[in-house]
């Protein structure tokens, strides 16, 4: 990746977390040094930049490989624990960028497009472990792959991490450890 490419990602990832998303390419120009016609070379839309900067950050985390090896854990009880753990780990990372393009996704198209992408992709992890659970019969009776994945994904939200960490003041490592309860004890039996 050019440095060019990663200096207009950077300003882009700063000015998300530091002022949400209403910003223009000449902003994200200005704040990366490089001219507007540098940063439309590289991303012909604001769309394409915020999702150029959602990937670069899960890229730059490696968050796709530690998930991988979560869902591959040989229990599929312990794999929803591990994959629920590297997920709440990185919300906790993302949080100001995630929280900014959660505020704006029902006013602006371009981040309501970064939003779902990644969300989609949180969601086929969580219907991977809950769909384990049900071939192993460990699934909670009553619940499907698809109920099971979408309770797990809302439990575990941004705004919910948002909520216990920033609003009631609770430790990174407490709200991981309570929520990774909560959700194995609401879509596992047994």
């Not at 960028?97 to 969580?126: I, K, P, Y």
């Amino acid at each position: 990746m050019s440095s060019t490419r990663l200096r207009i990602l950077g300003a882009a990832q700063r000015l998300i977390a530091g002022r949400g998303t209403g910003f223009t390419m000449a902003d994200v120009a200005r704040e990366s040094g490089v001219s507007r016609q540098a940063v439309y070379l590289h991303f012909a839309s604001r769309a394409s930049l915020f999702m150029a900067v959602v990937r670069h950050m899960d890229d730059t985390d490696g968050i796709r490989p530690r998930c991988e090896r979560a869902l591959a854990a040989p229990d599929p009880v312990e794999a929803l624990r591990a994959f629920l753990r590297a997920w709440l780990r990185y919300a906790d990372r993302i949080r100001p960028v995630a929280s900014a393009l959660l505020a704006s996704r029902h006013d602006d198209s371009d981040t309501a497009a970064a939003w779902e992408d990644r969300m989609d992709e949180l969601r086929t992890g969580f219907l991977a472990a809950t769909r384990r659970l049900r071939a192993s019969g460990l699934l909670r009776p009553g619940l499907d792959p698809e109920t099971a994945a979408d309770l797990a994904w809302a439990m575990t939200s941004v705004p919910v991490w948002e909520q216990l960490t920033v609003d009631r003041g609770m430790s990174a490592r407490d709200a991981e450890h309570h929520l990774t309860d909560a959700v194995t004890a609401a879509l596992a039996s047994g």
